[in-house]
Structures are given as C-alpha cells and as structure tokens.
Nanobody, 128 residues
C-alpha cells in the first residue's frame, strides 16, 4: 500500500507562487508516473500535471501550462509542483496521485482512472 503525503499549500495573493510537495512511501520501488489533480468547491476533480518517473517527461493541463512545473526527486520518491503566477481560478484542494504502468505516453496519466493511490489533499487559496 502506497501512502502519499502532500504539503506546501496555503493562502497567497494573486501573482504569488507556491511549491507543493508529495512524498510517497510504502510501495515497492518507484511509481511509473505521478500526477497532480485539483478540485475546486462544487467542481469535479481535474487534471493539472503528470510526470513519467523514468525520464521526467511531463504533461500539463492547458490552463496551467507555462505557469506550473512538475518535477520529481528520484532519491526521495517525492514529486513537486511549482506554481507561479497564481490566480483565483487556481484555488482548490490539490491532490497528488501515484500510478502503475497504464501506457508509455504521459498523456494517459491525465486521467483519474490511471491512478491507484491518492494523497489526502492540500488546500491552495489565492486571493485577488
């Protein structure tokens, strides 16, 4: 059983930056891919970014491309989400997730169904 623990959320002003972290433990070896999703009040959980663990290749939702960067630390089984130029529309609970292989293309990991394990979420609130 993989445990995922997110950290780094908080309340910021529009235009500010935040860096989320998600540490994975309890599994055997490294995940195939990890992703970040978010869920705003009254909305469905949506894809933000995913990264293939073997080579760090990343894929982003259009709404965050060029503002957010996903990265990983192989030695610590930790994935990060650097969020810049935040807007009020980025306000949500952010979840990290871990996936076993479901296909080589990182695009596959934009789907919630590709993920086996989820963290508890961390709140990000952006005030305009």
């Amino acid at each position: 059983q993989v445990q995922l623990v997110e950290s780094g959320g908080g309340s910021v002003q529009a235009g500010d930056s935040l860096r989320l972290s998600c540490a994975a433990s309890g599994g055997i070896g490294s995940p195939y891919a990890m992703g970040w999703f978010r869920q705003a009040p009254g909305k469905e959980r949506e894809f933000v970014a995913a990264i293939r663990w073997s080579d760090g290749y990343a894929y982003y939702a259009h709404s965050v491309r060029l503002r957010f960067t996903i990265s990983r630390d192989n030695t610590k089984n930790t994935v990060f989400l650097q969020m810049n130029s935040l807007t009020s529309e980025d306000t949500a609970v952010y979840y990290c997730a871990s996936a076993r292989p479901s296909g080589f293309s990182v695009y596959v990991y934009s789907s919630l169904n590709a993920y086996d394990f989820w963290g508890q979420g961390t709140q990000v609130t952006v005030s305009s």
